[in-house]
């Protein structure tokens, strides 16, 4: 056999590359991932499209911890909508922050990709307590905080 002998050398060569691999130490696990940083942003006079969802500093904004009545149309078949009358709830959020400044400090992102956020006005008010307390809301999706005296950071989830 004439070429048994680069057959043996090869296999002698694979042998010890894999011997090396097995042998190398392992490399570092990759570093973690830090968390991510609260995002917190704010505007003057957000426009209001109905009452649990606002457009602040270019960001769609679903308040946190509560469901407020879908305009018409948007309640569809198999899904379960908050009763009540969905222009007085987009009304009465209007009323709160019509001329003010919120402030809001982002929590999640939704399925439609929305800021999930707590959000407050200058004056300290809850959007999403207030919502709640004036019945145009319910709590649903998320634990809501409404102990909270006015002037207080919004409460961590």
Known sequence: MRGAPH??????VLLA??????????????????APKEVTFSCLDPYVVDG????????RVRLNGIDAPEMPEHCVEGRHCTPGNPF?????LTSLVKGKRI????????SYGR?????????????????????????RYAPLDCSSPPDSPPARQ
């Open 7 to 12: 057959f043996k050398i090869a296999t002698i």
């Open 17 to 34: 590359v894999g011997a090396l691999h097995f042998l190398s130490p392992a490399p570092p696990p990759p570093p973690p991932v830090p």
């Open 52 to 59: 649990d969802t606002l457009h602040c500093a270019g960001r």
């Open 88 to 92: 007085a709830a987009r009304k009465f």
């Open 103 to 110: 402030t809001c400090h982002q929590q999640d992102k939704d």
């Open 115 to 139: 800021s999930v956020a707590l959000c407050k006005t200058d004056d300290g008010t809850d959007l999403s307590c207030a919502m709640v307390k004036s019945g145009h809301a319910v709590r």
